[in-house]
């Protein structure tokens, strides 16, 4: 099921790549943008007024599998960003990297979130001085004036089947959660008191 991951015994990655610090920083959104910046930089993609379209197909394709996703979606007509980012967030591209930032203990597998050695990760990147300002902190760090506003903000598209699922998920947990405190539920401070480790 998309969206949902178990947690593995791995071992968190050493080194981040750019996708990777993107994803931590920004989920899919934040990937698409710096694969537009990339791809844009390199002469391979138009952006007008959020519309993405391909003009120039690279002789070598990029070696990140998501700046090759956006080029097969935008190779044949334009498309906008919201659009685009639809398709990348149930894409394979992004699955795969939620896939090793869970199992690697960066994010946490029921709702893809930063646990604490996600955060310790982000925080080394971002001090590493390896990344883009705009990794971190989005298109109002962009330095080509231009190109932000041909991207524009991306408007959060109608919820996937794994978003619906995840809250879903979310709904029936606090469900539960209520229905432990009307029957005499103990809880620990506000917190429940599972013997689980945590996120």
Do not use: N, W
Not at 151 to 164: F, Q
């Amino acid at each position: 099921m998309k969206g949902i991951f178990r947690r593995t015994t791995d071992a968190a990655p050493h080194t981040l790549d750019l996708y990777d610090v993107a994803y931590l920083s920004g989920a899919p959104q934040r990937m698409m943008e710096v694969a537009l910046v990339a791809l844009h930089e390199r002469g391979a993609v138009r952006i007008r007024l959020s519309r993405v379209r391909v003009v120039d197909e690279p002789a070598d394709q990029p070696a990140h599998p998501v700046e090759r996703a956006v080029l097969a979606l935008c190779r044949r007509r334009s498309r906008s960003t919201v659009s685009l980012l639809g398709a990348l967030e149930i894409g394979p591209e992004v699955e795969e990297v939620q896939r090793r930032m869970v199992s690697s203990g960066l994010l946490t597998a029921r709702r893809l979130r930063l646990t604490r050695a996600g955060r310790q990760h982000l925080e080394a990147a971002e001090q590493s001085g390896a990344y883009p300002a705009y990794v971190f902190d989005g298109l109002d760090a962009l330095p080509d004036g231009a190109l932000r506003y041909h991207i524009g903000e991306v408007i959060e598209p109608p919820p996937t089947l794994g978003r619906r699922l995840i809250r879903l998920g979310e709904a029936l947990d606090d469900r539960a959660s209520d229905r432990g405190h009307d029957g005499g539920g103990h809880s620990c401070g506000g917190h429940s008191c599972g013997g689980g480790g945590g996120d």
